[in-house]
């Protein structure tokens, strides 16, 4: 019988394993031999970060590998630092996850806090570095998706349509003076406030330390305090502000594509893979920000939103 924990519904006596593990945290010398054949255990966990998306990814994951006959339940724990030793360890099999921010946090751990980041936009060398990074760890990454939730920028669909505004190139060209909401570390970060002038030559005049893709953030560019905001590509409510995300036509964001992540001696089966593969088939970046929207803003279970979006691409039988 399928065991299915969504959110914080989760076994306390395993949160209490989880949290050992990322108190004492396997080490790499006691991983075993990676190049084992792959395990194919029938009665798998899958990981969720917590958040809208990860809830709604893991439910699909859920749904698909009970399709191809596996026993699921879901556990979520809102911790990177926890669920990733977890993962090592086995008391989770199978997370959904982001290819540059996790090749990046696997480096990070790896070589400590001063280490080149390895993501990049481009996703054949991310991918190439993930994996790197991972099988020492007894972890596979799985074939990523179309599906991308990268930083992405934002402006008042009225300012983009006055200005002609469709992609940062655009924006550069216009020379328009531009105050930026976003995070406080944008001022220094690649891919914010640097890339933006270096880039896309965009005349970034301050950053206005609101947060990424906060409401207090989207009302500064509606009411016009600030001309854009950082946010993310699959934002559900840009809608609601009268926003509009303009192009990163010159790839100045990391390759995070959504990528599954298993435990290659519990599940880095060719069944595992099969069934979480016929999900890249299907999910677009605009799937994943409708289906966020239909959680966030019209309260709907991320269980039945995801059902439902399988159940219309012919994935799973109707129930």
């Not at 009302?219 to 509009?244: E, H, K, R, S, W």
């Amino acid at each position: 019988m399928t065991s299915r924990l969504p959110g914080a519904r989760a076994l306390p006596a395993l949160l209490l394993l989880l949290v050992t593990a990322c108190t004492t945290g396997p080490s790499l010398e006691n991983q075993g031999d990676v190049t084992a054949p792959p395990g194919d255990s029938k009665h798998l966990t899958i990981g969720s970060a917590g958040f809208t998306e990860s809830d709604l990814l893991a439910q699909m994951y859920a749904l698909l590998l009970e399709q191809a006959g596996y026993s699921t339940r879901i556990l979520s724990v809102t911790n990177r630092e926890i669920y990733e030793p977890a993962l090592e360890s086995g008391q989770i099999d199978v997370v959904p996850e982001y290819a540059a921010t996790f090749a990046d946090w696997l480096k990070t751990k790896a070589d400590g806090a001063d280490a080149d980041p390895v993501g990049s936009p481009d996703l054949d060398t991310t991918m190439k570095a993930l994996r790197a990074l991972a099988a020492p760890r007894g972890l596979t990454v799985l074939p990523p998706g179309r599906a991308v939730d990268q930083n992405a920028f934002a402006v008042a669909a009225a300012y983009a349509a006055k200005h002609r505004l469709e992609t940062l190139s655009d924006l550069g060209r216009s020379g328009l003076p531009v105050r930026l909401a976003a995070g406080d570390e944008c001022v220094k970060r690649p891919y914010c406030e640097p890339g933006l002038k270096k880039v896309y030559g965009i005349d970034i005049t301050a950053v206005d330390p609101r947060g990424v893709g906060t409401t207090q953030a989207k009302q500064a560019v509606q009411n016009g305090q600030d001309q854009m905001v950082l946010t993310t590509t699959t934002d559900a409510t840009l809608d609601d502000f009268g926003l509009v995300l303009l192009a990163d036509d010159r790839h100045l964001q990391n390759a995070d594509h959504l990528v599954p992540v298993v435990n290659r001696a519990r599940a880095g089966s060719s069944g595992v893979r099969d069934a979480l593969g016929k999900l890249n088939t299907v999910l677009t970046t605009a799937d994943l920000a409708r289906m966020n929207e239909q959680v966030d803003s019209w309260r709907r279970l991320p269980e039945n939103v995801a059902r439902t979006y399988l159940e219309n691409k012919g994935l799973v039988p109707k129930g």
